[in-house]
């Protein structure tokens, strides 16, 4: 399993991928679920299939989950994407965003997303050093510069709103690092 993020129902959601070789008693080999969890009851209540939402599973990686208000946001690694579960009318929904690249919108080795209050994301690009910042309506806002020492293969990442801090584990030079965040009022 990968990822854990808690949903406003307060389950647990966490990526179950069942590898080729695996015994898979919930999610088929090959194949990649997202399970949601009532802790109380210690059981699924609701499983995902990730089948017709990955486009390559062989290539597909899902690592990293974050979860806002309604949607969940699911990290693919292999693919270099992001894809966007919500519930709408009743039914399930997905969106799939970004693709392999240098470019704006596209990533290599994608690995974490944070979402702040307005929907907003920053979305950590490794193998590009860079992290980018997506508006709620998935449009391009800019790449996020910080200063003095640059970022390299920037990685884990979470968002703490409380001191209002954008927390980043710094691959390429082993190091956690805090960046204050909010408005320039």
Not at 86 to 105: I, L, N, Y
Not at 134 to 149: H, T
Request: proline share 2%.
């Amino acid at each position: 399993m990968f990822g854990i993020a808690v949903d406003c129902l307060g389950r647990l959601l966490t990526i179950n991928r069942c590898l080729e070789g695996d015994e898979g008693k919930l999610t088929m080999k090959g194949h990649t679920d997202i399970l949601y969890i009532d802790v109380e009851k210690e059981r699924v209540v609701k499983r995902v299939e990730m089948i017709d939402i990955i486009t390559e599973r062989g290539t597909s990686d899902c690592r990293a989950i974050t979860m806002h208000r309604d949607k969940l946001y699911v990290v693919d690694t292999g693919l270099d994407c992001i894809y966007t579960l919500f519930e709408e009318d009743g039914e399930d929904q997905a969106e799939v965003f970004g693709t392999p690249g240098r470019q704006e919108t596209q990533f290599s080795g994608v690995s974490a997303v944070v979402v702040d209050d307005e929907g907003s994301m920053v979305i950590s690009d490794t193998r590009n050093n860079r992290l980018q910042l997506i508006s709620s309506e998935w449009d391009f806002e800019g790449f996020v510069k910080v200063l003095p020492r640059p970022l390299s293969r920037p990685s884990t990442m979470c968002l703490d709103k409380d001191v209002g801090q954008l927390v980043i584990y710094n691959q390429g030079h082993h190091e956690v690092v805090r960046y204050s965040v909010g408005s320039k009022d």
